[in-house]
Nanobody
Framework: QVQLVESGGGLVQAGGSLRLSCAASGIIFNFATMGWYRQAPGKQRELVAIMILGGTINYVDSVKGRFTISRDNAKNTLYLQMNSLKPEDTGVYYC?????????WGQGTQVTVSS
């Protein structure tokens, strides 16, 4: 059974930093495309950053230069380093894994940035 467990969310002031983690189990992590999505109140879930199998990384324009996605295959863990946080970064952040036509989601972790 595939499980994705996010951690690292919290309340931070504007300009601060957080590091999100997503621990995966029950799947061969190395061959998956993985990403981070977020959903702000009243808005649709949006892609924040994605790491495609083969190494390509893409970010939504609003986080370029501030967020960094990375992975540790030995630990089956995906990370999102978030710097210079803004109030508009507030939302629930979800880890996503895609492998061989299947897609999995974590339960989400809340990030709140105060102004």
């Amino acid at each position: 059974q595939v499980q994705l467990v996010e951690s690292g969310g919290g309340l931070v002031q504007a300009g601060g930093s957080l590091r999100l983690s997503c621990a995966a189990s029950g799947i061969i992590f190395n061959f998956a495309t993985m990403g981070w999505y977020r959903q702000a109140p009243g808005k649709q879930r949006e892609l924040v950053a994605i790491m495609i199998l083969g190494g390509t990384i893409n970010y939504v324009d609003s986080v370029k230069g501030r967020f960094t996605i990375s992975r540790d295959n030995a630990k089956n863990t995906l990370y999102l380093q978030m710097n210079s946080l803004k109030p508009e970064d507030t939302g629930v952040y979800y880890c996503n894994l895609r492998l061989q036509g299947s897609q999995y989601w974590g339960q989400g972790t809340q990030v709140t940035v105060s102004s």
